[in-house]
């Protein structure tokens, strides 16, 4: 039987779901409500048997996605990359949307082909959001000076040991890893958004919300960048300060032409 390997990138509102990663057994036995769950059940509809999905990365409870990625073996050679679109999207319910399908090659996986991902932290300050946006941001009632939390951010650059702010039962084997750039910007068009984006190897359990907090905490107590770096290379979690909560945060792209620097 002829499998074509088929690339999906996915968005999804995280609020109502318990992460990306199925979950069987998570509810005293019984299933949660999860991304993948949802989508490899609309797949199942679909093409009539079981499939399995390979996601790029994992978003915890109530993180949103705009450009999660994931592979699966269709048993169909009959079906245009394309029409998944449309089918998957008339399947599953409206906090999913397919946005692109396309064939990849028979060995590609899109965990272990990723070669980093990129992460956007939305802040509305000053100003609330408005109801419908609500959902998608941490509110903070002031503006932040950009120009000392970017100078902290100087310090989330190459390979670094991120113990810090690993969650307490992160079971990475390394808590190392290799930070393409990371930088605070205000919005365009919401000049009161505060935006912070972080491009990385992989990330550990909620290291973008615990280094999101910190930042947003250390500029609000008037600390500097030499501060922040103190905390950065002490790798003890009791240095970190909150954790930003998961409203704001999302997976915003995936990239597969870079370098591959960890496992």
Sequence with gaps: MTMNNILLTVSYDGTDFCGWQRQ???DDGNPVRTVQ???????EKMLKVPVKLYGSGR???G???MGQCANFYSPSDKIPPENYIRALNGLLPPDIRI???CGVDEKFNSRFNATSRVYRYFIQTVKPSLASESRYRWYLHYRPDIEV?????SHLRGEIDCATFAAAGDKSL?????IDDAFFYWDKVNPDLLVFQIEASSFLWKMVRSLTGTLIQSEQKGKDSAYFKSILESCDRKNAGVTAPPTGLFLYQIKFDGIRRHV
């Design 63 to 65: 993180v949103h996605a």
């Design 59 to 61: 978003t915890d409870s």
């Design 99 to 101: 946005m692109e399908a």
């Design 37 to 43: 769950g949802e989508i490899e059940a609309a797949l």
């Design 174 to 178: 390394s808590t190392s890893r290799y």
């Design 149 to 153: 939390l970017n100078s902290m951010c």
């Design 24 to 26: 069987d057994k998570a």
